[in-house]
């Protein structure tokens, strides 16, 4: 298995809402990361996630609230979030901190906030 | 922190022409860089990477770049652009070993 599964594809929430995304893989891959993307741009960065503990959180609100429960597994909990967030939200593994990192991505969760 | 830069955000081919992304990064030691493919309404998928080992990497689809210290350039070619070439292109440096930055992007847009 060489994917990143990233669920739901599209989400559309209000401003009051709580809602979560979700991100597999089963690589053994023991970095995981949030990234962001807004159209016709780059990804940004959002969170690391090595050895299922946080190291690198790019001052990211709080209403976004990463959660890695297990090596193969990774969340991004929103919660009261505003339109500008409305983004596509990428979830990548990595086989660990060291070295040339290749990314593995997922197809991205597309976040509509109304 | 280590950036690269992408020169030109737009890139128009005819088919089997050659495509050249530019791409040109800033760092005092060798990176690692990336060069990323992505199509609409997907994630990023890896072309190449360069990790020292050899100046002129091979990857997938027929691309290729070549490492250039003195001109600090990591260029992506094909000698023949293909229909199915058409998408965003990101180069990317690897700062400190768990950040992956991203250039501005270029789309490769490829006429019949």
């Known amino acids: 298995d060489t994917e990143v599964t990233q669920t739901p594809k599209h989400l559309v929430m209000g401003m009051t809402n709580k809602k979560s995304l979700k991100c597999e893989q089963h690589m053994g891959h023991r970095a995981m990361y949030w990234y962001k993307q807004k159209a016709k741009k780059p990804p940004e960065l959002m969170f690391v996630y090595s050895y299922e503990k946080l190291s690198i959180n790019e001052s990211v609100p709080s209403r976004f609230s990463p959660e890695c429960p297990n090596s193969s597994l990774l969340n991004l909990h929103l919660h009261a979030l505003q339109p500008e967030d409305s983004a596509l939200y990428l979830c990548?593994?990595?086989?660990?901190?060291?070295?040339?990192?290749?990314?593995?991505f997922g197809a991205g969760s597309r976040l509509t906030v109304l | 922190a280590q950036s690269v830069t992408q020169l030109g955000s737009h890139v128009s081919v005819s088919e089997g022409a050659l495509v050249l992304l530019r791409c040109n990064y800033s760092?005092?030691?060798?990176?690692?860089l990336f060069w990323y493919v992505q199509y609409p309404n997907q994630g990023l998928q890896l072309l190449l990477k360069?990790?020292?080992?050899?100046?002129l990497v091979k990857g997938i689809n027929g691309f290729e770049a070549e490492f250039k210290k003195s001109e600090t350039s990591f260029h992506l070619t094909k000698p023949s652009a293909h229909m199915s070439d058409a998408a965003e292109y990101f180069c990317a440096v690897d700062n400190a070993g768990n950040m992956l930055t991203f250039g501005g992007g270029t789309r490769l847009m490829v006429k019949p």
């Open positions: 760092s005092s030691v060798p990176p690692y």
């Open positions: 990548a593994s990595s086989q660990s901190g060291a070295g040339a990192n290749v990314l593995t």
């Open positions: 360069y990790t020292s080992a050899a100046t």
